[in-house]
């Protein structure tokens, strides 16, 4: 072994990746060798020395937000297949495609709505039901119509005639079971795209207890990580918290509300929600910079109960 | 589940078992996309694209390595082409930004947040912090690469071969040459 070898290797040797005979001849020539020695000496002070620029752990929030974006792009990427495969019309990943075309999926649910309540109305009206139906439709007299818009104007100035163009629209409602899929698709509908918060409370609070259907539990997630009013995102978390055990996508959205939310209530609300989970890395290391360093103090405070009472399985 | 018995399963279009397999080694992987782009929206990409990369490719997966070496081998690929297009175009400000599009010096970085630690050795960690950034992206990719994974990341030699489709021999050497320059860059600083 001469130094060449031995200025070649100190650096393995550092980073423990020398067999265990090379190590042992490496220390012997270092013991006698004083330039080695000073080789060996220089290359510590520099490991050392890079270890100023440090590797922290990714904060809770990073990863929470890394995996959040992550689940949305899931939703829209398939596994690629055999060529085969490709070449078979498969009515179900179709589906898929269409239920995250969100304008497209609006325009069937409101066609298919539609053709629903005509076919019901045709139905009662030909023959008397067997039993009672789960959903009643009620319509309002047409002369009750409220006018959305006017789309043109045109007047004639011969005759003095004014032709006004309008929309009308036609109020209407209907009355059924929670568990009815109508009754659902249009709760599903209110919870999302509706303007009036008091609505998309509603719509929340009757589907929070069926949160077992992905489609509902969908919505719930994306209501309490997106909805403006945080009564609604607190009734989406009631739906969802049983869930986050079982559940990574939901714990997620917890999780993300607990870190993000700007109401302290659903903060709190989504603290309990992972209790049963606490004991999750995920959880603990976000429990941990919260009981170091978020400004509330009651948050604070019920990370550091928290993570006393978690067993600490890492 | 084991990772072998999640993976047949996300081959057989079980969503949630990959997501299963994402959690467990997503921490990681970030972390190495973060430490490597020092940037989180850029990390944040990284990360998005790899384990798309592999949900989609999840069907060719034939476990002839371990999904740890897999994913790995698809973020240093995406690190190694960002490093490639970065040095292109020469960004060697130590400028960087956040998620938010927002910048700030990456020297705020290392400063040293014990308390006690005097304004002027903090000044001093942040000079250094500032070079070593700078020592470090001088390195070709791969040499940056392999240095990431050995001297920050802890891993071993021969499992950065695997990663790096080479053979140990060849990872040992660019690393010795990405330490020798390393050394020669930052010589004056002791």
Sequence with gaps: MNCDWVRQNITLYLYNELADDARHELEQHIARCSSCAAEL??????????????????????????????????????????????????????????????????????????????TMYQALSSKAPAQAP??????????????????????????????????????ESVQGPVNDPKIQDLLLYAAKSNENSGVRLSSVDALKGKSDDPRIRETLTYSLRYDSNPGVRLQALEGLGPLVKDDIRVRNAVLEALLNDSNLGVRTGAMHALEPVKADSSIRMALQQLAKEDPSEYIRHESQRLLASAPNMY | MNDAELIREAQRGNHAAFEELVRQYDSPVLRLAYHMTRSEQDAQDIYQEAFLKAYRNINTFRFECSFYTWIYRIVTNLCLDYLRKRQVRKEDSAIISDGEGETYDLLDQVADQRSGASPEKDLMRR????????????????????????????????????????????????????????????????
């Design chain 1, 134 to 171: 789960s959903m009643q439709v009620t319509s309002t007299a047409p002369g009750e119509a409220a006018i959305s818009g006017i789309t043109s104007i045109q007047r004639d100035p011969t005759t003095n005639q004014v032709k006004v163009q309008y929309d009308k629209v036609m109020p």
């Design chain 1, 41 to 118: 000496a220089e290359q510590q002070q520099f490991q050392t020395a890079m270890n100023v620029l440090p590797v922290e752990e990714v904060s809770p929030n990073f990863l929470t937000a890394a995996r959040m974006r992550l689940q949305e792009s899931l939703e829209q990427v398939q596994p690629h297949r055999a060529w085969y495969h490709r070449l078979a019309f498969d009515p179900a990943a179709w589906l898929r495609q269409v239920r995250f075309s969100p304008a497209l999926a609006s325009i069937i649910f409101l066609v298919g709505f539609g053709g629903g309540i005509g």
């Design chain 2, 127 to 190: 000079e250094l912090g500032g070079r070593i950034a700078k020592a470090l992206d001088k390195l070709t990719p791969r040499e940056r690469m392999v240095f990431e994974m050995k001297h920050y990341q802890g891993l071993k030699l021969r499992t950065i071969g695997e990663i790096l489709n080479t053979t140990e021999e060849t990872a040992k050497n660019t690393l010795f040459r990405g330490t020798q320059k390393l050394r020669a860059a930052l010589r004056d600083m002791r």
